[in-house]
């Protein structure tokens, strides 16, 4: 598959639960990118890597757990959510940070904490 | 405070009219603005940059740094338009984009 996929598609977490979401590019990109989308806030970015290392990290609360192993996957490991963060979680790639503003997006994991 | 403001969430126009979507910014240093777009079903995608002031799909948008805006516009609008649409700013330095909440645009028949 091309471009930018993720899994699972849709997901349904009690709070006290662990579970993990994946995001794989096909893109030879080098950076990737952690969004939130809820419906009341702008699209928030969490995470960000480059070259596998971490560059950013948006004030974002420690029971997300970001891992990029290698420049083409990137994971967000969720233990002891809220229902608050039930949300649409977007994965996006760019060539580099350079290229920031090119991001290509994945069609997103919709996290429903009970 | 870096910020973009989309001040409509919903805009509807009929087919054949123009259509302008607002996108003001917050920001002191020298401003990058975007526009990505979201069709129904379908990823969300670079649309226009505005720095290669180019015309995609008869969408335009200049950015008007005395009004911090950077408004998207075109002259006739498509049913294919219907879409939502998000503005985003570049915050140099931090390599990173901000968006706005985003506006959804509804093309009637």
């Known amino acids: 598959e091309t471009g930018v996929t993720q899994t699972p598609r849709h997901l349904v977490m009690g709070m006290t639960n662990k579970k993990s979401l994946k995001c794989e590019q096909h893109?030879?990109?080098?950076?990737m990118y952690w969004y939130k989308q809820s419906a009341k806030k702008p699209l928030e970015l969490m995470f960000v890597?480059?070259?596998?290392?971490?560059?950013e990290n948006n004030s974002v609360p420690s029971r997300f757990s970001p891992e990029c192993p290698n420049s083409s996957h990137l994971f967000l490991h969720l233990h002891t959510l809220q229902p608050e963060d039930s949300a649409l979680y977007l994965c996006?790639?760019?060539?580099?940070?350079?290229?920031?503003?090119?991001?290509?997006f994945g069609p997103g994991t919709r996290l429903t904490v009970l | 405070a870096q910020r973009v403001t989309q001040p409509e969430k919903l805009l509807s126009v009929f087919k054949g009219a123009p259509v302008e979507l607002k996108c003001n910014y917050s920001?002191?240093?020298?401003?990058?603005l975007f526009w990505y777009v979201q069709y129904s079903r379908q990823r969300l995608q670079l649309l226009l940059r505005?720095?290669s002031r180019e015309s995609i799909k008869g969408f335009t948008a200049d950015l008007n740094k005395g009004e911090t805006s950077f408004h998207l516009k075109k002259p006739f609008a498509q049913e294919e338009d219907s879409a939502m649409y998000y503005c985003?700013?570049?915050?140099?330095?931090?390599?990173?984009?901000?968006f706005g909440q985003g506006t959804r645009l509804t093309i009637n028949p």
């Open positions: 996006a790639s760019s060539p580099g940070l350079a290229g920031v503003h090119e991001q290509f």
């Open positions: 893109l030879g990109h080098n950076a």
């Open positions: 890597y480059n070259f596998k290392e971490q560059t």
């Open positions: 920001y002191s240093g020298s401003p990058e």
């Open positions: 505005h720095i």
């Open positions: 985003a700013l570049l915050i140099q330095g931090a390599q990173k984009l901000v």
